[in-house]
C-alpha cells in the first residue's frame, strides 16, 4: 500500500486525531482573549486567534490535497502556526493577559500538538519516497 493509498483510508479531515486537537485549542485560545483587553482586539487578540485557527485550517487543506507531499507540507505549516501560537501565549502572559495557570496549560498542549503533528509527518515520510 502507498501513503497515498492510506490517505483514501481516511473518510474526512475530522476523522484525523491531531486535527481534533488543533480545532478544540483554537475554541479554548477564541474563549480566554474574550478576556483580553479590548485594545487588542485588533492586535494581539486577531493574532493569536488567527495563528490557532491557521493549525487546523492548514491540515483541513493539507488533507483536501492529491498528494502526500502536498499534505505533508501543510503539516509543515501547521507545525509553524502551532509555533507561532506558542510565541503569542508567551507575549500574553508577559502582558499579564493570561495568568502562569493558563498559559501553562494552553503551552503544554501546543507542544504536544506539535509533536503529533511531527509524528503525523515522520509517519508519511516513512512511506512516502521523494
Known amino acids: 500500500m502507498t501513503s497515498d493509498q492510506r490517505l483514501v483510508k481516511i473518510k ?3 476523522d484525523l486525531e491531531v486535527w481534533k486537537g488543533a480545532h478544540k485549542l483554537t475554541i479554548k485560545i477564541y ?7 479590548k485594545d487588542e482586539l485588533y492586535g494581539l487578540i486577531s493574532q493569536l486567534r488567527r495563528s490557532a485557527s491557521s493549525v487546523a485550517a492548514n491540515i483541513v487543506e493539507g488533507h483536501s490535497r492529491d498528494t502526500t507531499k502536498e499534505f505533508i507540507k501543510f503539516l509543515y505549516n501547521a507545525r509553524a502556526s502551532a509555533a507561532e501560537t506558542e510565541y503569542h501565549l508567551i507575549l500574553s502572559r508577559d502582558l ?3 495568568n502562569i ?4 496549560e494552553l503551552r503544554s498542549r501546543y507542544i504536544v500538538l506539535g509533536k503529533r503533528i511531527n509524528a503525523l509527518i515522520g509517519s508519511f515520510k516513512k512511506k512516502f519516497t521523494y
Not at 474563549?31 to 483587553?37: C, N, Q, S
Open 31 to 37: 474563549e480566554v482573549t474574550r478576556k483580553f483587553p
Open 101 to 104: 495557570e493558563e498559559f501553562g
Open 12 to 14: 474526512g479531515f475530522e
Open 96 to 98: 499579564g493577559y493570561l
